[in-house]
């Protein structure tokens, strides 16, 4: 054992088991003479000495593989989450005015929940041209926010009212409203559950009939809880989140809230768009039939077809 990465342990005493460290000097006289080591450990030692010494070396052995054992045994932590770039595959028309709150696709067309008192609306619109096809007007006390389409149905949340709105998907007649706690920012659904934001580090999963809440996960990237949770969207069984304020979207393991990659969507937007403080990246889409992911922001003049590169 020649050259340890220490740098100091010429070899192990097969007397003591203890890393041999030789005297400078010695080192100097042994590279000349090639001499054995006469260094910490003494070549004879006295009587009992050396079964001690060999007790203490095998010890301190034993120790070492324990410890050892129980580094290895012990879990990793948490990779740390890939990390996507993203190429434009697309672009499209997006009402500059639209504050866009929730964006989702179905059957090839666009629907699109906006903000602000007084201007709040759900609205269907033409893909290709960015025309707003139909749309209903919320009341002017009610924020919209969030909105997900389930079957023939729209959800569309509010800010602060605590108020849901269910609409029929073709006609936009208000088929019923619901009642939930706390703020309602982004909205999505999986098979069974509503799927819940608030602004906070943690999603809501709710019983889409009772509208009470089943279970809830903090998001965590890293061990650390992300906060400003927004607009959702539920692609292949994880949930795409748009973190409010940021570039980034946390795509999230639904069933522990653990961010497994983070998409960056630095550079998407021209710096004209984002001019206004409020422009942010803000909506998210998923075409399932033909895997086309959307993304827009808050009167963002443009919406997006984006594909996911590694960075
Ligand atoms: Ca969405």
Redesign the pocket.
Known sequence: MRNTRHGLADSICTSCFSFIVPAAGDLLSRRKKNKPHQGRCAATPEPGQGVRRRWIGLSVAAVSLIVLGIATWAPARDPAPTVHGFEVVNTYTHDSHAFCQ???FSKGVLYEGTGKYGKSTLRRVDLATGEVLQQVQLDRNLFGEGITIWDDRIYQLTWRSGVGIIYDKKTFAKLETFRFRGEGWGL?HDEEHLILSDGSSVLYFLNPTTFREVRRVVVRDGGIPVANLN???YVEGKILANVWGSDQIARIAPETGEVIARINLRGLAPPETRRNPDAVLNG??YDAKNQRLFVTGKNWPTLYEIRLKPL
Do not use: K, S
């Open positions: 929730g964006l989702a999505t607009e959702l969207e998210i889409a």
